[in-house]
């Protein structure tokens, strides 16, 4: 039985997560959730797992929630909530599944805490990569990636030395919009940009999909997850997301993973890692599907791609500059304040006017987050 701790739990990956805990209740237990802001989600929640503690965004929420399940279930709140959920006693394995750089403070105190962290949440790695896997060597904590692409790079590692590796390849499903041309990108609308051809996610990685933003944090992720320079490093659209990612070792051989596009199979893996479960899900019929594409991707069509090779390369504080920025950015797009071919102008200007700050500490990073935000916000004021 392993005690699991989940961060962001009425989200895409949090509610897939789960659907594997219901899967296998002898296996797995929820000891302590987040909710956010999602009040009525985190109430069947907590009546069908009885965790130990919740977290929600709001302490107005946490007063009311806590006067309905007095002496059941502890409610917290904020950053310090966050917190509390993710070092809880009880737990193995902390899922980071939130959006966004709320989940750093929270991935650092879990690893102090030595729990084993299964990381659906790229901006942890993106923002302070750096301090997060010298923290994790320090402790002795394993992370394990959640993402399907990071997730088929570690299966296709398994028994594989590192100094065999040759480049890694993330593939990318191009997203809502991968067969228009800039110019037809000038007035799509939030709606358009939401369907995602693929798979079932979130509004912002959604979005991040769309402009491509979201395979670039995963270049960022992947450096940090697996220690390899960004020139090893290569991105290759693959619209119909069966191969998830390969790696090609030195020898010439390439090894790929390839599943239906269904995230319960990376989330049940990481929870299970290094065995594997039974999972009911559909199966990838190969025959039936008939015919793989590929195609080299257009730098020049996808900014958003070049601008976090430009990033992780300059290294520092860029790389916070790059994820920050792109949140406030998508978020105003969400909001309709800026149009789409705006989020990679926000992103760029924030990018363009930053000195970065060389192997800064947590709290320059929080500060340069801070202020890269109130300036974007800025310029759609």
């Known amino acids: ?64 929630l806590q006067s309905e399940y007095i002496g ?29 750089s ?22 942890t790695l993106v923002t302070a990569g750096h301090l997060v896997m010298k923290h994790a060597a320090d402790y002795g904590v394993a992370i394990l990636p959640v993402d399907s692409e990071h997730s088929a790079i570690f299966q296709c590692l398994q028994g594989e030395q590192q100094k065999n590796i040759e480049c890694i390849i993330l593939t990318a499903s191009g997203g809502s919009f991968r067969d228009r041309t800039r110019e037809q990108l000038q007035y799509v609308t939030v709606e358009e940009a939401l369907k995602h051809p693929n798979w079932s996610m979130g509004a912002k990685i959604t979005i991040d999909s769309a402009t491509m933003m979201n395979k670039g944090l995963e270049v960022i992720e992947a450096h940090w997850l697996f220690q390899l320079p960004y020139e090893q490093i290569d991105v290759l659209l693959h619209k119909e997301s069966i191969i998830h990612s390969m790696v090609q070792f030195h020898d010439g051989s390439v090894m790929a993973q390839l599943g239906t596009p269904d995230m319960r199979v990376p989330i049940q893996y990481a929870l299970t890692y290094p065995d594997r479960f039974p999972l009911h899900i559909e199966r990838l019929n190969l025959a039936q599907v008939a015919t793989l594409h590929f195609q080299k991707v257009d730098m020049d069509r996808f900014r958003c791609l070049q601008f976090a090779y430009e990033a992780g390369k ?34 760029e200007k924030a990018m363009e006017r930053h000195v970065p700050i060389a192997h800064p500490d947590l709290e320059t990073i929080r500060a340069v987050d801070f202020e890269t935000r109130q300036y974007v916000k800025s310029l759609h004021m």
């Open 102 to 123: 709320v989940g750093l403070v929270p991935t650092l105190q879990a690893i102090e805490a030595k729990k084993t962290i299964a990381l659906a949440n790229k901006e």
């Open 314 to 347: 300059i290294g520092g504080t860029m790389p916070t500059v790059l994820n920050a920025a792109n949140e406030e950015a998508v978020s105003a797009f969400l909001a309709g304040q800026i149009s789409f071919l705006a989020i990679e102008q926000c992103i």
């Open 72 to 100: 059941r279930v502890r409610i917290v709140s904020g950053e310090d909530g966050l917190v509390e959920v993710a070092t809880v006693q009880e737990a193995d394995i902390v899922v980071n599944a939130v959006v966004g």
């Open 1 to 64: 039985m392993r005690a699991i701790s989940l961060l962001g739990a009425t989200g895409s990956i949090g509610m897939q997560t789960l659907d594997v805990i219901r899967a296998h209740p002898d296996a797995f237990r929820l000891v302590a959730f987040s909710a956010g802001r999602n009040i009525e989600q985190a109430r069947h929640i907590i009546e069908q797992f009885s965790p130990k503690v919740v977290c929600v965004a709001q302490k107005e929420d946490a007063h009311m």
